[in-house]
């Protein structure tokens, strides 16, 4: 493999129903930086039916070229049509870096293509920098067992590729100036040779639980211990009109579900207000929530590493200081929602 | 139907420690166990070859403690285990890994068909979710990743339909067989193991081949060697500026809680993403 064949920062551009997810989009204004630095373009890859008008949207985003495959046989997401096409196009233009969204379809896409060029993959980042002199892409995420990161690296294969977690990244201001290529390519996969169909899509938009959009997520940890414990919080959240999110050893705990889980293997967040009770501040949790606007911990352990995290820290027994923190808040909010009435704080 | 579940023996990620000094994991004090997505693997397939008839295989690779892996397997109703184990195989990444896994499936292959190939939705410590496709693309056949639920078998078409879950729901998929499916939590509950399975698993010596056992095996490709991506460094996350201590008796504390929420008080008015 001649590494200097391959040039240029390539991101997967997600679409679901037609539409361009947002993590297409944050990931554009990552690869932008990279493909500043190395001095190359940065390029989109957009696969479905009836979509090369969205490829335009691209280049607001930060994109200089956008590779567009629009054919009826890559309307719905499969692994065998977009893997085939992407390694296609891999093959053809030589990318030397290329970025997909951690979503179930961005994480089984960058598997199957890994395999089909032989080249490496980071799954799960968080942090993307590049060595300029060495052309080097440096992809890290938080490392197995504990408060450590680690830098992964690719030296031999090209492209060096990573997936990155939605809203981790922010997503850039369009510049709707900004204008670029459509390079259209074709896949010569048939309908008829397929093995996969996609019957039915089933989106359950009102879910119970919608920690993503939430403005305000009262968080538990192991710390709450119990049932009882957990219903203090819940309390708490009802009062603040806040959702209820936890750590993933709360989750294991049975506590509450999956759908609550914060962190690497949960949901990143990015509420307006972040409480975290009874949480250690495990890098894994932290990656889930570390952007939000305003974080306040309470642990009973001073040494907590949450309280690296926060921006506000409480060392405080939860059992004793919630319950007392939601009357007063329900005191205090009662003479607002009331009338307006400032309340007394 | 003959299915092939991949198994993992992972440390206890809730137990193990990483050594603050050198920052490096400190392995002895983690306990190892079956990774739980795969437990969850065994268990659908204990499921289907109920309904369908056929086999159960396990295959592991690892060291030889993976052999306690394998027996666990082999309590939740797994008929066969094989531990593939040698040197050469150590500190593969997930390339390096799904070729040593489909080299060995290609050997059992040839022993007893396999209909179906069955693997965790990812490993707890590496966490990746790569291996279960990446074996899919070397043995061609259609990998489906987050499987929650098989709706329906047809052996005589060779056809099955699963639920993959996605964001915020889930795609109905028809696949033609053999196929690959990475599991979920959700799939099913992992049962308690009937006695008879717990005294043969406790007896039970898996079948271990080294590298030498394969059939036309690129050494190239194993292990360290064929693994494209290395550990660069590793360094404990930046410690931002810190927290903002708010102190005083705990009465004081809520006080100052309370007026440093003040000015955002106008969110607790209404429930994030219920915009009115
Ligand atoms: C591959 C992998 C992925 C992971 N993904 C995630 C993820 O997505 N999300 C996640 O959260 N974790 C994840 N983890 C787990 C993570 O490493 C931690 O184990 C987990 O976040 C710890 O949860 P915790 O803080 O609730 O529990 P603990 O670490 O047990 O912390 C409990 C805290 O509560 C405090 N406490 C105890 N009693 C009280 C009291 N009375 N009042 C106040 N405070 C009290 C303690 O001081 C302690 O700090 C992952 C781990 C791995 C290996
Ligand atoms: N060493 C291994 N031996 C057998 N199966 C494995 C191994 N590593 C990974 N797998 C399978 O691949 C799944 C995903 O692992 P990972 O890609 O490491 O997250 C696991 O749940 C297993 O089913």
Known sequence: MNLEEYRGVWVFIEQQEGQIIDVGLELLGAGRDLADKLEVDLCGVLLGHNVKDSAKELFAYGADKVYVIDDPVLEKYRTETHMTAVGDLVRKYKPEIFIYGATSNGKDLASAVATEVMTGLTADTTLLDVNVEKRLFEASRPAFGGNIMATILCKKHRPQMATVRPKVMPKPEPDHTRKGEIIEEKISIKEEDLRTKVLEIVRDMNKAVNLEDADVIVAAGKGIKDEKGFAMVKELADVLNATVGASRDLVEAGLCGHDHQVGQTGLTVTPKIYFAIGISGAVQHVVGMQNSEMIIAINNDPEAAIFNAAHYGIVADAFEIVPMLTEEFRKALKGEKAGGVTADV | ?276
């Open chain 2, 1 to 276: 139907m003959n299915i092939l579940v991949c198994i993992k023996q992972v440390p206890d990620t809730k137990i193990i420690k990483v050594n603050p000094k050198t920052n490096t994991l400190d392995r002895s004090s983690a306990p190892t166990i079956l990774n739980p997505y795969d437990a969850h693997a065994v268990e659908e397939a204990v499921r289907l070859r109920k309904e369908h008839g056929g086999k159960i295989i396990v295959l592991s690779m690892g060291p030889p403690q993976a052999r306690l892996a394998i027996r666990k397997c082999i309590e939740i109703g797994a008929d066969e285990g094989y531990l593939i184990s040698d040197r050469r195989f150590a500190g593969a990444d997930t390339l390096a890994t799904s070729y040593a896994l489909f080299k060995a499936i290609e050997k059992l292959k040839e022993e007893e068909g396999i209909e179906l190939v069955l693997c965790g939705k990812h490993a707890i410590d590496g966490d990746t979710g790569q291996t279960g496709p990446g074996i899919a693309r070397r043995m061609g056949i259609p990998p489906l990743t987050n499987v929650i639920k098989v709706e329906e078998v047809d052996l005589d078409k060779k056809l099955m339909k699963v639920r993959r879950k996605i964001e915020n729901g889930y795609e109905l998929i028809q696949t033609s067989l053999p196929c690959l499916l990475t599991i979920e939590k959700e799939m099913n509950e992992v049962s308690y193991s009937p006695l008879p399975n717990m005294m043969r698993a406790a007896r039970y010596e898996p079948i271990v081949w080294t590298v030498d056992d394969l059939n036309d095996v690129d050494i190239k490709q194993l292990g360290l060697k064929g693994s494209p991506t290395i550990v660069g460094k590793m360094w404990p996350p930046e410690k931002s500026s810190g927290a903002e201590m708010i102190e005083g008796s705990t009465k004081e504390q809520v006080e100052k809680l309370l007026s440093v929420t003040y000015e955002k008080r106008e969110l607790f008015g209404v429930k994030g993403g219920e915009k009115s």
